[in-house]
Each structure stands twice: as C-alpha cells, then as structure tokens.
T-cell receptor, first 112, second 112 residues
Framework: DAGVIQSPRHEVTEMGQEVTLRCKPI?????LFWYRQTMMRGLELLIY????????DSGMPEDRFSAKMPNASFSTLKIQPSEPRDSAVYFC??????????FGSGTRLTVV | GQQLNQSPQSMFIQEGEDVSMNCTSS?????WLWYKQEPGEGPVLLIA?????ELTSNGRLTAQFGITRKDSFLNISASIPSDVGIYFC????????????FGTGTRLTIIP
C-alpha cells in the first residue's frame, strides 16, 4: 500500500493566487481529514469527510477555504485567494472506522 | 472544546537515557493514541490504548492509559538518535467519533 499521497510536496505562490492541494487516501478507508500545522497553533483540523460526504467543516478558517471529495480516492483543498497567513503545512489523513489515522507527508505552502 | 496539554514541551537528552512524557485532558477520553512526527513528514501512529489502566508496549516504547481517563503517558527506554521528533498524543473528540484532537506535542532532541 502506497499510503496517503499528497501533492504537491511544496507550493510557493503569490498572494491572491488560487492554490489547490490534492490528496489520495488509502484504498478502503472511509474517513478523510484535512489538517493544518503551524508553529503557533499546532495541528488544526480543518474539515473531514465520511464516505465522501463532508461531516464537519467548522475548522475551515474562512470562506476562502473549500474542500471537495468527488470520489473515494481523491480530495482537494482549495484556497482562493491565498494570503501570507495561510502559509503552513497541510496534511491529509485517512482512516478506517475505529482505527487511528494514517497521515500523508504533507504539502508545505508558502504564500509570498 | 477539549484540550490536550503535553509536557514537557521539549526535551534535550543524551543518547541512552530513558524518556518520559505525558498528556493531560480537560475531559475524559475513551481512546488514547500516540503519534511521532519526524521532520518533513506527517505524524505516524506508534501506540493505541483503548482501556483505562492499559499498559501497551511497542519495542522500546511503552504507553499507559491513565486510570482517571484524563491522562496518558509515554516512555521511551534507552533512547537512540532516530527517536528524534515530535511526539503527539491524540484522542477522539467524543465517544465513537472519528474526529481526533491532538495535543500540543513534545519535541525530543537527542544530544550525541
């Protein structure tokens, strides 16, 4: 199993640009999570899906953030427009009901 | 919401020493998970605990589920350089809920 795959690994973009982060969860997992990690705030849950349906998006910071899961093998997190304070490492994780998460390697986003 | 506080925030120890860290919660947890994050990677699950008082080992790592269900402990014996990283505790926000709350992390540095 290749694990949770995130792309890109690094993204540098200019303020105001649209950013799309991608995630392929582990096959068969029914939950998918998007986290953001910063030094100041640690690991923050942004949104999670169960069977492709968004369950809780209360952690999404603003309307500039949106996430989709069109099928069981793909999810995107989009920021439009991006701002420097969005700079962070964004993690995707997946799990099978009742078990701990498996995280991807993350996308390091820098907005200049 | 629930908060998980870890202590110490950081540790500087010499190779070969034993390590102890803990995690305390403002509310009861029914599951405790311990993760390790290495530089440039996502957190990886080390140990899962499901019952109050449970003591579980994984190689040189031993974790305990506190009897009050509001705390957990992680010990590493005879530390080696590859133990370097950030250790996170985590627990589900509500019983049966897949949404995990992560602790503030303990950063472990090994002095050669």
């Amino acid at each position: 199993d290749a694990g949770v795959i995130q792309s890109p690994r690094h993204e540098v973009t200019e303020m105001g640009q649209e950013v799309t982060l991608r995630c392929k969860p582990i096959s068969g997992h029914d939950y998918l999570f998007w986290y953001r990690q910063t030094m100041m705030r640690g690991l923050e849950l942004l949104i999670y899906f169960n069977n492709n349906v968004p369950i809780d998006d209360s952690g999404m910071p603003e309307d500039r953030f949106s996430a989709k899961m069109p099928n069981a093998s793909f999810s995107t997190l989009k920021i439009q427009p991006s701002e420097p304070r969005d700079s962070a490492v964004y993690f995707c994780a997946s799990s099978l009901t009742g078990y701990g998460y498996t995280f991807g390697s993350g996308t390091r986003l820098t907005v200049v | 919401g629930q908060q998980l506080n870890q202590s110490p925030q950081s540790m500087f120890i010499q190779e070969g020493e034993d390590v102890s860290m803990n995690c305390t919660s403002s509310s009861i947890f029914n599951t405790w998970l311990w993760y390790k994050q290495e530089p440039g990677e996502g957190p990886v699950l080390l140990i899962a605990l499901y019952k109050a008082g449970e003591l579980t080992s994984n190689g040189r790592l031993t974790a305990q589920f506190g009897i009050t269900r509001k705390d957990s402990f992680l010990n590493i014996s005879a530390s080696i350089p590859s133990d370097v990283g950030i250790y996170f505790c985590a627990g589900p926000s509500n019983f049966g809920n897949e949404k995990l709350t992560f602790g503030t992390g303990t950063r472990l540095t090994i002095i050669p």
